[in-house]
């Protein structure tokens, strides 16, 4: 039941709506409750963002890539997403193929809370084993290949493709041993028509998956793209 002093308030509410105009009613209401509109949004919107990511989350991933600190073009990203999937006859109702932007600082002396978040998360996707590749620039490559996130080349790569890259191979050392860590792959027409904003971009892969079957079929994608 409601008290006197809420029903005095209503009252003076009613009063006041009626001395307004339709417009000036309309600026009353969203001055005093725009807030509770707001943050239905809000909630709408989070509502819908869970749904989607339970719905995302329930297929099957069947190659995901990140994109360090690089910009992508929407046919290129559209090429190494849909094309691929197509590629390795995926069911886009039971599986999915990623590409997701990354911003990384990989300043010594300081790290903002955006490249903070982005670094958690590149490390999580490695471990937890969501991540197949990365595309990089010299920056990224050497960060990430000092902090042990990329396998030996060798270990999924047949002496037949790396031989293609001759000279495109970078050594990264681990340990004091040296090992073949990413390719430089600057001078591919897909790299340059799509990602053609950095000098270099290098090709790099965790290794700690169980789709490393794919990064040599993923490879030849590459080369095998054309305008």
């Known amino acids: 039941m409601a008290t006197y002093e809420e029903e005095s308030r209503f009252q003076k ?6 001395e307004l105009t339709w417009k000036e009613r309309l600026q009353h209401l969203w ?11 809000v909630i709408i919107a989070m509502a819908v963002s869970i749904v989607i990511s339970v719905t995302q989350n329930s297929r099957e991933m069947l190659y995901s890539g990140v994109c360090i600190n690089l910009s992508m073009s929407d046919e290129g990203n559209a090429y190494v997403t849909d094309g691929w999937f197509d590629k390795l ?3 886009k109702k039971t599986a999915q193929v990623e590409l997701s932007p990354m911003s990384l600082n990989t300043g010594v002396d300081t790290m903002t809370d955006i490249a903070m978040a982005g670094g958690e998360k590149l490390i999580a996707m490695i471990t937890t ?6 595309f ?13 996130m990329i396998s030996p080349l060798n270990e999924f790569l047949s002496q037949e493709m790396i031989a293609r890259f001759e000279g495109k191979i970078v050594t990264l050392q681990i340990d004091g041993k040296n090992y073949m860590a990413a390719i430089d792959i600057s001078d591919l027409p897909f790299v340059k028509k ?13 290794g700690n998956t169980s789709r490393t079957d794919k990064n040599e079929a993923f490879l030849q994608f590459l080369l095998d793209w054309t305008e």
């Open 89 to 91: 006859d995926g069911n």
């Open 194 to 206: 799509n990602m053609g904003s950095k000098d270099k971009v290098y090709i790099g892969f965790p």
């Open 136 to 148: 990089m620039d010299a920056s990224s490559l050497t960060y990430v290949g000092n902090s042990g």
């Open 129 to 134: 084993g969501d991540l197949d590749y990365m």
């Open 31 to 41: 001055e005093y409750y725009k807030w509770f509109g707001i943050g239905a949004v």
């Open 13 to 18: 509410f009613k009063k006041t709506m009626k």
